[in-house]
């Protein structure tokens, strides 16, 4: 057993000296610590955003519930769990309720890979503040969005009413295009620090506020992909199709109700705030900022940061429009894959020499320029002139 | 053409546009706490006035009952006692209910009302939680002794509100002849005397000073009445 995890968990200072039972209680106390924190800043979160979004419409927001308002979301999930629980006569029992957990499930995986903090010292045992860092790492968060689609997927089509099916054949149709664009960023991220640990990643973005952060590397182009993806990944606003209201009436949890609605919610935003922990372990180097007072506060300045990610993609959402399910599309297949695989190709070639990446970047930008014209010609083929980025819409 | 026309760039100007908006004030009224001003001659529930010598003005003519679209009143009249009578006239409203589900504040009840009996307030909050509630007789309409209106449980009147039950019937020409625009045809009441008559309509200048009855909106404007949550501010009418 002690050979075991520490196999799986090579390089983890908290198995260096065998796994008795204190290692295994440390790992429980995590472990429960983690579900604790997602569970908690889920119900922060949902109340942050409607905060931001309401002040970037100059309004309050919700400010009855509690001090300020800041109990509403609790309020709101107390609620839904003294709904009737409906089953549609329609849907497939077991599978419906099966995929609201399925949608929940990996979100919570996915943050235990997050490096929290440094390392924690207690009576001896020395342990990373992260549930686990396995040598696949950053492997883990590409898994769990893959199967987070079956969440909606299943939903939507256990549900045995059309609108929920569309939703969710349009969600899985949204999630699976932009996957391809997600990976091929992280590999990028992967390429440039040499490791798929995410302790590795942070490890290699310390030392240095901001200048040695991968957000700096490869242009910026990384980080700007992987935003966007993750932005479409999570169907979150501007690529939110998956609940258009006048489209949809609701998308694909549209027949749920009580506390299968709820873990829904829970998925989603427990989703932001997994992703927007991955953004800044991957980009802006987690909890790596300077010391306070002689101490070091990893977890201080990692909080500091995941809130301003979430910030950010409140502020996406109250400014940018609902894009058109071509443009989505026109975004996610034409310009981000072949953009994230010529960003993979010049990195890896600059990895082994300079020149080899001077001949990726001229072969990459040789092979967008025949994309570019490749698409032109497909429109001009097709005779229709709208579709791709919004901001081609003012154009003449 | 600047840098800020470009395509790319003009893509983050929404941003800033957005990301100004915290800086300005909120448009956000705190409701309950806090109240608009109501227009001058909003419809909200009716009052029964009375005289000045507190005899009730409804004369129980059931003209408002039947010109009201809604069918929302009953009213049966009665002979008034000869030794203690309860209106002025022959008769008197005996029995007047209105049934505020139905009712949808025209105000042509007020219109028809040979005596002013029913004027309309500006209180528009119903919160009734059966339909029993809903019915308004006459001992939640009529005035009380000293003219104000009645408060029920689920009322909120405020300070200066009970000054403004009348404001649709004096704002209209009396008998609508335009050359009596502005004079008080109409009687006094209880508590309150003759109110005087809402500037006229066809007076441009003054259409955009309060009338003079509209007292509880000037009052909160000045900051004179304490412990109104109202905000400082009225529509401003713009002079077409």
Known sequence: MTSALAALYPGDPLFAKGADLWVWVILLVKLVVVFAILMVSVLFVIMYERKVVARLGNRWGPNRAGPNGWLQSLADGLKLFFKEALVPAQADKVVYRLAPVVAMVPVFVTFAIVPVGGTLTIGGYTTRLQLADPPWGILVMLMASSISVYGVLLAGWASGSKYPLIGSVRASAQMVSYEAALGLSVATVVLLTGSLHTSAIVAAQHGGFLYHWNILRGFGAPFAIFSIAITAEMTRPPFDLVEAEEELAGGFNMEYSSVAFALFYLAEYAALVTNSAIIATLFLGGPDGPRIAGHSVGPVWFTLKVLILLYVFVWARATLPRLRYDQLMDLGWKRLIPGALALLLVVAGARVSWRYGLAALAGSMIALLLLARAIEVGRAGSGKEQGGMPSELESP | ?240
């Open chain 2, 1 to 240: 053409m600047s840098i800020l026309d470009n395509r790319f760039v003009s893509f983050f100007k929404g941003f800033v546009v957005t990301g100004k908006q915290p800086l300005k004030p909120k448009v956000t009224t705190q409701y309950p706490e806090e109240k608009r001003p109501k227009p001058e001659r909003f419809h909200g529930r009716h009052v029964l006035n009375r005289y000045e010598d507190g005899l009730e003005k409804c004369i129980g003519c059931e003209l408002c009952a039947g010109v009201c679209p809604a069918h929302c009143i009953y009213v049966r009249g009665a002979d008034n006692p000869p030794d203690s009578p309860v209106s002025p006239g022959e008769r008197y409203g005996f029995v007047y209910e209105i049934n505020f589900l139905r009712c949808i504040h025209c105000d042509l009840c007020v219109e028809a009302s040979p005596t002013e009996a029913i004027t309309e307030s500006k209180l528009f909050e119903f919160s009734f939680t059966n339909r029993q509630d809903a019915i308004y007789t006459k001992a939640e309409l009529l005035v009380d002794d000293e003219g104000k209106p009645r408060q029920l449980p689920w009322e909120d009147w405020r300070p200066g509100d009970d000054r403004n039950t009348s404001a649709w019937a004096r704002a209209t020409s009396p008998a609508g002849r335009a050359d009596l625009e502005g004079t008080p045809l109409w009687s006094a009441e209880l508590g309150y005397g003759l109110r005087p008559a809402q500037a006229g309509q066809s007076d441009e200048q003054a259409a955009d000073v309060p009338a003079d009855f509209d007292i509880s909106v000037r009052e909160v404007e000045a900051g004179e009445v304490a412990g109104v949550g109202v905000r400082a501010t009225r529509p401003v009418r713009r002079p077409s």
